[in-house]
């Protein structure tokens, strides 16, 4: 993209209206700005959103919920559970007090989910999971593992739940129900934005996407 096709002043407007969560179309009737151009600059905020990610450069530990959801195509009737077909896996990582982290997966299988875990988190950390089978053996791999049983109708025994990263799942799908569907080499970019969103949620987004702009020298 050319940076000086727009002048500051016009960025930092389609910036603000990223920032509020407004609509590209909408942002360029607002700004009388081609769509297109607005669609550019906010998939560029993507791109220096996804380049600045906060939890995943290095392993921590504390206290961790872990989950899995599906995303994209609407289930194919007489399918359910986490192997709906028409939909791509994507795994999640929270904090409990600090950040999300997500990645799309090709499956939820251990083979999968295990090397994000180690990546991650560091060994002796607290794991709240529900009870799918590739979550077996995290005890044995060094962490203080704990289970609710959904199977079973049990979301929550006492601390033990996952009720955080689920919040993170239903607020993401809320936000990406609005584009009618993504295509697969865009929803990666939508949901490290949404996980953005929801790690500086009662923050100033457009002072955080400014400083990070004026980083990769956007504006």
Same mark, same amino acid.
Request: charged share 25%; with cysteine; hydrophobic share 35%.
């Given at each position: ?12 407007? &389609?910036?603000?209206?990223? /920032? ?5 179309? %909408? !942002?360029?009737?607002? @700004?009388?700005? +081609? ?85 991650? &988190?560091?060994?002796?950390? /607290? ?5 799918? %089978? !590739?979550?077996?053996? @995290?005890?044995? +791999? ?78």
């Amino acid at each position: 993209m050319n940076n000086k096709a727009l002048s500051t002043y016009k960025i930092k407007k &389609i910036m603000h209206c990223f /920032a509020e969560d407004i609509p590209a179309s %909408k !942002a360029a009737q607002i @700004l009388g700005v +081609n769509r297109n151009s607005v669609n550019k600059y906010f998939n560029l905020f993507r791109f220096v959103i996804l380049q600045n990610g906060g939890m995943g450069k290095v392993k921590e530990s504390g206290k961790f919920e872990l989950d899995e959801s599906y995303f994209g195509a609407k289930r194919v009737r007489g399918k359910r559970g986490r192997g709906a077909a028409g939909k791509t896996p994507v795994f999640g990582l929270l904090k409990r007090n600090g950040d999300v982290y997500v990645e799309i997966v090709e499956n939820c299988s251990k083979a999968q989910l295990m090397p994000i875990i180690q990546g991650h &988190i560091l060994e002796d950390s /607290a794991i709240h999971t529900d009870d799918w %089978k !590739a979550y077996d053996g @995290l005890v044995l +791999n060094g962490y203080d593992h704990y289970r609710v049983y959904h199977s079973h109708d049990e979301f929550a025994r006492g601390k033990c739940h996952v009720n955080g990263v689920e919040a993170f799942w239903s607020f993401s799908k809320r936000r990406l129900a609005k584009f009618n569907g993504l295509a697969d080499n865009k929803l990666y970019l939508h949901l490290k934005e949404c996980e953005f969103r929801y790690n500086n949620r009662g923050k100033n987004l457009f002072q955080i996407l400014w400083k990070l702009s004026r980083k990769h020298n956007i504006c």
